[in-house]
């Protein structure tokens, strides 16, 4: 069955330094997303993304995140200065159309320790 | 701007026995309803989703859950729970009219007894 995979399961970084989260969508999607559960919160929309650009983002999205597909099969989260409040579990997902009207299927997540 | 509330954040449920998760919704008009389910070091899985039409819908895994548009309630159940159903349970709610993200609940916590 196909699934969306994610790299690293699990990455630890300094404060201040940038991290970049990778995704494998589902081959033939062509909408993909990112969510983010701070420990004990609520999982949170953070960037939609269709046709190589961003379709929605949420307030959380600010400057230090953005997204880029940079070939084919990838999908990336950068967040290029982490602050310790990024710490959370950040969850790629990808639908084949939009997803209100259809499922989104998720990866396993990145943990995403900042120290 | 919608909402989602779980009240329960532990459960714990005997085996055999069985199991309704609560969900209550905010938004003015009728929402897609969702529920996921996170096995322990697994991504979010789609357990059901409600649209339209029947409110009862059937999904995987021997869960239902039932919309009640005048509880502004989805809750997920199962008639009898396995040991295997232990994981962490998400309702979630999208809008449409071009709103790209779900909005989730904070989560149910499924503890199964033997």
């Known amino acids: 069955e196909p699934e969306v995979t994610q790299t690293p399961s699990h990455q630890v970084t300094q404060m201040g330094q940038e991290v970049i989260l990778r995704c494998v969508p589902i081959s033939n999607h062509l909408y993909f997303y990112w969510y983010r559960q701070i420990l004990g919160q609520k999982v949170e929309f953070l960037v939609s993304?269709?046709?190589?650009?961003?379709?929605?983002k949420s307030e959380i999205f600010d400057d230090q995140f953005s997204v880029e597909r940079p070939d084919g099969s990838n999908f990336t989260l950068k967040i290029r200065s982490t602050k310790l409040e990024d710490s959370a579990m950040y969850f790629c997902?990808?639908?084949?159309?939009?997803?209100?009207?259809?499922?989104?299927?998720f990866g396993q997540g990145t943990r995403l320790t900042v120290v | 701007a919608q909402s989602v509330t779980q009240p329960d954040i532990h459960i714990t449920v005997s085996e055999g026995a069985s199991l309704e998760l609560r969900c209550n919704y905010s938004?003015?008009?009728?929402?897609?309803l969702f529920w996921y389910v996170q096995s322990p070091g697994q991504g979010l899985q789609l357990l059901l989703k409600?649209?339209?039409?029947?409110?009862l819908v059937q999904g995987i895994k021997g869960f239902e859950a039932e919309f009640k548009r005048s509880q502004s309630s989805f809750n997920l159940r199962k008639p009898s729970v396995h040991w295997s159903d232990a994981a962490e349970y998400f309702c979630?709610?999208?809008?449409?009219?071009?709103?790209?993200?779900?909005?989730f609940g904070k989560g149910t916590h499924l503890i199964i007894q033997p």
């Open positions: 938004y003015g008009a009728t929402p897609y």
């Open positions: 979630a709610v999208a809008t449409g009219g071009g709103a790209d993200g779900l909005t």
């Open positions: 997902a990808s639908s084949f159309r939009r997803q209100v009207n259809t499922e989104a299927f």
């Open positions: 993304f269709y046709n190589n650009e961003i379709s929605e």
């Open positions: 409600y649209f339209s039409g029947d409110t």
